[in-house]
Each structure stands twice: as C-alpha cells, then as structure tokens.
T-cell receptor, first 115, second 111 residues
Framework: DADVTQTPRNRITKTGKRIMLECSQT?????MYWYRQDPGLGLRLIYY???????NKGEISDGYSVSRQAQAKFSLSLESAIPNQTALYFC??????????????FGEGSRLTVL | QKEVEQNSGPLSVPEGAIASLNCTYS??????FFWYRQYSGKSPELIMF????GDKEDGRFTAQLNKASQYVSLLIRDSQPSDSATYLC???????????FGTGTKLQVIP
C-alpha cells in the first residue's frame, strides 16, 4: 500500500459543485501539503499544515479550503468548483526533522476535471 | 519573477551523452535545493538535494550549486532512455518549510 494515499484518483464534476479531495498518510510525518499541477505552470502550493492546529495558505489558496482532521489526514475542499480548477492535485508529506533535506513524499495525485 | 525558473525544454540528448539541466532562483534566503524527477502521469520523486556550494555526486547524477550566482544544475551522465522525464527544480527557504518548484524541464533521451 502507498504511504501517501489520495482519494479520489479521478473525478469529473460540474461547475458550482462542492468537491473534497482526501489525503491520508502512514509515514508518521507531521507536515502535509496540497499542490496543484498545471501544464507549463509546474507545482504550485495551495495550503500546508505543520500540525493539526497549524494551517497556512500557500501561493494560490483562493477558492480552496483545507481541514487537518488528524496528523495523518489532510483534506482539500473546493466549495464551488469552477473550470479553471481543473488540474492534477498532489498531496505531499515531510518530516519536521528534515530541515535542510526537506524531502517531500507525494501521493499518486488526484485528477480533477470541472465542466 | 518566479522564485524558481527553469527552461521548459524539451531538452533532447542522445543515449550515452551528458544531460545538463539548469535552474535559477531569486530568493537569497533559499537554503536547500532539490531535483525531482516526474514521469508522465506519475508523482514527483526526489533524486538529489544540495545545500552547500559546489558539487554533489550520486551515481550518474551530479547536482551543482552556486549561491553567488543563484544557480543550480543537474548533470546526468551516460543518459538512458529511462531518464526521459520532466525534472523539477525546487528550493526550500529555511524557517518557512515551503518548497517552491520551478515549472520543470522535459528531458528526452534519444536511443
């Protein structure tokens, strides 16, 4: 089983619908991140969390919200989906002990299409 | 100006040649730098990280960091078709623990 699991892997929805992408991890890491990837734009940070009570906005948080339900679970919500939120979304984790190495461990991605 | 900039490519090299991938960064507060490899449709995976000026070698891969020039590079020796992927350069600003990615360079190794 994958250490970082994202659900759903693929989702097609309509404009205005509420969507939740879920991420769970078994790595025991306290840091969790949501990125979105678009062709030609690379990976852009949406939100990140260093523990259950610490949630931070990334560079493109507008239109998104997150919930850190437990150390191992970090969910991304689109309250009212719009077509330009069509993208590949990645959850990632990191250990707080990796200050300089900062290695991120990624889930397999969730491909979201908003019609 | 993006914090981390890369040429999008594609960079095409023949099998067995050296592939040279480059990256520049704008924030002098960045302290650690990473190269992730991403195969089409897959998630990124870390192949190298570097935080000291100079070279760091790991097998066929060498990462180079020049903080004065704000420049990071990745050399892949004896390139193989299996190295064909998109290579993402990333920077970490200590104290913020946010990893910022470049847009990636697509590498094609021609058999």
């Amino acid at each position: 089983d994958a250490d970082v699991t994202q659900t759903p892997r693929n989702r097609i929805t309509k404009t205005g619908k509420r969507i939740m992408l879920e991420c769970s991890q078994t790595k025991g890491h306290d840091r969790m991140y949501w990125y979105r990837q678009d062709p030609g734009l690379g990976l852009r940070l949406i939100y990140y969390s260093f523990d259950v009570k610490d949630i931070n906005k990334g560079e493109i948080s507008d239109g998104y919200s997150v919930s850190r339900q437990a150390q191992a679970k970090f969910s991304l919500s689109l309250e009212s989906a719009i077509p330009n939120q069509t993208a590949l979304y990645f959850c990632a984790t990191a250990s707080s002990g990796a200050d300089l190495t900062g290695e991120l461990f990624f889930g397999e991605g969730s491909r979201l299409t908003v019609l | 100006q993006k914090e981390v900039e890369q040429n999008s490519g594609p960079l095409s090299v023949p099998e067995g040649a050296i592939a040279s991938l480059n990256c520049t960064y704008s924030d002098r507060g960045s302290q650690s730098f990473f190269w992730y490899r991403q195969y089409s449709g897959k998630s990124p995976e870390l192949i190298m990280f570097i935080y000291s000026n100079g070279d760091k070698e790991d097998g066929r891969f060498t990462a180079q960091l020049n903080k004065a020039s704000q420049y990071v590079s990745l050399l892949i020796r004896d390139s193989q078709p299996s190295d064909s992927a998109t290579y993402l350069c990333a920077a970490l600003k200590r104290g913020y623990q946010k990893v910022t990615f470049g847009t990636g360079t697509k590498l094609q190794v021609i058999p």
